[in-house]
């Protein structure tokens, strides 16, 4: 089988790869699509010794399961979720199940490549051909196109989650999404089908505005470039107009962070989504923030429970409530997965997505 390796920085195609058969509470995949995340690019920019199967958005059909595994059956056309919580922990006890300590973790080992067993990234290892994934991680879905469903595992379901469990956005308040990339685009969706009044999108690319209107967004504010760092909140506040009631960001820069308090109403809750790009901190008023009554929150996959928030995504996404193909920009085989990770560098695309070749 094919597959998409990842060693010490160095991106291996390898047509030699193997996976174990599904074990007890387990199901085995036959991928059709995969989504490719910026995340996924972290494996390339910091490299490790320890080999890896690449991906962690994925949609294909189920060729077997194992026991104890039930509502599952062969030949269902599924989408594959990036959590895989313990639930055993304190967190998971709470239902708090994407801070599981395991819920994202790497040291499973189902795959074999040339007499060595191969991590897989977030239990999933999305580039692959086939996978072995926990019965948790998998979502039947109908009426769906694989390259949509695909999306489902951690794009969509990080943005809903980002804006309803997160930033907990109400019906009639207001929310600005900063960032209108993968994650962004859900988020704005989301706002709009939780009863938002006013959905406000930012990006640095002015091109982002057609695409942010289609998702839902009201307005449309263009992110000023070469701004000092201490003039950046009051020249975003300016642009914005009236504070919002939240905010998230999907940018993790160091400079949007820094102002975001500036754009907040009182009460406004600050949502964090974007993978930093360095390791520069951003600090905030303590005082400030304690007397306007903000909240500052982050969480992995939008701290989605995977028993309840993943099927309402499903659910509104065979509804058509959550436009999911709409998102898809850019189609490669799994051949060309190095000319598909240019392109996300780049920033030329929207969503892409990886087309595995027919099963043999």
Not at 163 to 176: C, D, Q, Y
Request: overall charge negative.
């Amino acid at each position: 089988m094919l597959g998409v390796i990842v060693q010490d920085g160095e991106l291996i195609l390898a047509d030699d790869l193997e996976v174990r058969p599904p074990g007890p509470g387990e199901v085995s995949v036959r991928v059709l699509a995969s989504g490719l995340c910026r995340s996924d690019l972290i494996l390339l920019d910091h490299p490790d010794p320890d080999p890896m199967v690449m991906g962690h958005e994925a949609a294909g059909v189920v060729r077997a399961v194992g026991s104890e595994v039930a509502g599952i059956d062969v030949g269902q056309l599924v989408a594959v979720s990036c959590q895989r919580p313990c639930l055993r922990c304190p967190v998971c006890a709470r239902g708090r199940y994407s801070a599981c300590p395991t819920a994202f973790g790497e040291t499973e080992r189902p795959f074999t490549w040339r007499g060595r067993t191969i991590r897989s990234t977030a239990r999933v290892s999305s580039l692959a051909t086939e996978i072995t994934v926990d019965a948790i991680q998998v979502h039947p879905v109908t009426g769906l196109a694989p390259e949509a469903a695909a999306l489902i595992g951690c794009a969509v379901s990080t943005g809903y989650g980002t804006v309803r469990n997160v930033a907990g956005l109400l019906p009639g308040e207001s929310v600005a999404v900063i960032g209108v990339g993968g994650i962004g685009v859900n988020s704005i969706q989301t706002a709009r089908l939780l009863g938002a009044a006013r959905v406000v999108a930012m990006d640095v690319n002015p091109d982002k505005e057609e695409i942010a209107r289609r998702f839902g967004a009201d307005e449309f504010v263009l992110v000023p470039t070469g701004v000092p760092a201490d003039l950046l909140a009051e020249e975003l506040a300016a642009r914005i107009g009236r504070p919002v009631d939240a905010l998230v960001d999907c940018t993790g820069q160091h400079g949007i962070l820094a102002a975001a308090p500036a754009l907040l109403s009182r009460g406004g809750r600050l949502a964090l989504v974007g993978i930093p790009h360095d390791a520069t901190p951003a600090s905030y008023d303590v005082m400030g923030t304690m007397h306007s009554h903000l909240t500052i929150a982050g969480a992995l996959n939008g701290a989605c429970d995977p028993f309840t928030d993943l099927p309402v995504i499903v659910g509104l996404a065979e509804q058509g409530r959550l436009d999911l193909i709409g998102q898809v920009s850019h189609r490669w085989p799994l051949t060309e997965v190095r000319d598909a990770i240019d392109a996300l560098r780049r920033g030329d695309v929207l969503r892409v997505v990886i087309e595995m070749p027919a099963a043999d």
